[in-house]
């Protein structure tokens, strides 16, 4: 079983009317068209699960870019889009920097940056001052 992702067909379009229009490219096992929890209503994208590989690429190439209604739809395997997914996660995740930033009335910062955070936490040794490593705790009015 093969799962593809459908995007940017029209609003109104059923699950039975999806599956009917894959069915002409080879054995449909499932259609399942996201919507909105609230009102029910499609978001426009949804899945649909082909018996082979050979059914799956037969339409791909067949409604990849093909218009219902002047909307053009999107037509991919859905394990790819996941794919790229964790891809870009562990690219972001690599992209931590740790600089140290001078030294300010004795004290000691480091900053540390990731994609779109910058922020200096404050680096504290041992016997150096009274917070021992900890935040001083905010107090209350």
């Keep these: 079983m ?3 992702f459908a995007g940017g067909f029209p609003r109104d379009l059923e699950d039975l009317e999806l599956k009917e229009l894959f069915e002409q490219f080879g054995k449909v096992e499932a259609v399942n068209i996201v919507r909105d929890k609230h009102t029910g209503v499609s978001r ?6 082909m018996a082979t590989e050979e059914d799956a690429r037969n339409a791909i190439s067949n409604l990849h870019e093909a218009s219902i209604d ?7 395997y859905a394990d790819d889009r996941q794919k790229e997914k964790l891809a ?6 690599q992209k931590v920097e740790i600089k140290a930033k ?3 009335y004795g004290k000691t ?3 540390v940056s990731r994609p779109g955070d910058v922020s200096y936490q404050k680096v504290t040794r041992p016997g150096e001052g009274s917070m021992t490593g900890r935040r001083p705790r905010k107090r209350i009015k």
């Design 2 to 4: 093969i799962k593809l």
């Design 44 to 49: 426009r994208f949804g899945f649909v699960d």
């Design 70 to 76: 002047d909307d053009t739809i999107s037509v991919v």
């Design 88 to 93: 870009n996660k562990k690219k972001a995740a």
């Design 102 to 104: 001078p030294k300010v």
């Design 109 to 111: 910062y480091q900053k």
